[in-house]
T-cell receptor
Framework: DVKVTQSSRYLVKRTGEKVFLECVQD?????MFWYRQDPGLGLRLIYF???????EKGDIPEGYSVSREKKERFSLILESASTNQTSMYLC???????????FGSGTRLTVV | GEDVEQSLFLSVREGDSSVINCTYT??????LYWYKQEPGAGLQLLTY?????DMKQDQRLTVLLNKKDKHLSLRIADTQTGDSAIYFC????????????FGAGTRLAVHP
């Protein structure tokens, strides 16, 4: 089975800190995605990447950046964390020919 | 832009059928998906349907697609307490990058 691993399940950071969320997949997939999940809002796409060093903005990229130096790793960066970035962050990669994603377990980030 | 809508809550008695509904706006969808999220976990692909199909059955799950009305439903027969979760409908957009648009999720509560 394809595995998508997010390095941290829970993180607590202070306002203004630079935060790195890491995601690794083990199936050589080109496409990887970062979403944030908030109650009542569902999943909103922050950034995605379709190849090494390639990235595209999603629907809510403000305050975030990403890095894809290797195919298996896609990092989400909060340049200066703010309290409104407290959320669950989900990473995903394409899992099959029908296009369904495989998700990581998520990182619950709290910014205080 | 593209949108996917779902009701937020559904409560059913154990053993009854559950029907979770979803509407979408994008008419070029190739696939539509249902994901399940258990507490504290990432999303898991439950089932999907190709856009030229009307129905797909997979054990206790039945997916119905009305393409004319852009309406998708997921029926769970003989609902069990283990089915308690959040269910997300997702629309697979035609075009590059395999982007999915997610609904806000329906929280299914199963009670004795």
């Amino acid at each position: 089975d394809v595995k998508v691993t997010q390095s941290s399940r829970y993180l607590v950071k202070r306002t203004g800190e630079k935060v790195f969320l890491e995601c690794v997949q083990d199936m050589d997939h080109e496409n990887m995605f970062w979403y944030r999940q908030d109650p009542g809002l569902g999943l909103r796409l922050i950034y995605f990447s379709y190849d090494v060093k390639m990235k595209e903005k999603g629907d809510i990229p403000e305050g975030y950046s990403v890095s894809r130096e290797k195919k298996e790793r896609f990092s989400l960066i909060l340049e200066s964390a703010s309290t409104n970035q407290t959320s669950m962050y989900l990473c995903a990669s394409i899992s099959s020919d029908v296009g369904g994603y495989t998700f990581g377990s998520g990182t619950r980030l709290t910014v205080v | 832009g593209e949108d996917v809508e779902q009701s937020l809550f559904l409560s059913v008695r154990e053993g009854d059928s559950s029907v979770i509904n979803c509407t979408y706006t994008d008419s070029s969808s190739t696939y539509l998906y249902w994901y399940k999220q258990e507490p504290g976990a990432g999303l898991q692909l439950l089932t999907y349907i190709f856009s030229n199909m009307d129905m797909k059955q997979d054990q206790r799950l039945t997916v119905l697609l009305n393409k004319k009305d852009k309406h998708l439903s997921l029926r769970i027969a003989d609902t069990q307490t283990g089915d308690s979760a959040i269910y997300f409908c997702a629309d697979g957009l035609e075009g590059g990058y395999n982007k999915l648009i997610f609904g806000a999720g329906t929280r299914l509560a199963v009670h004795p």
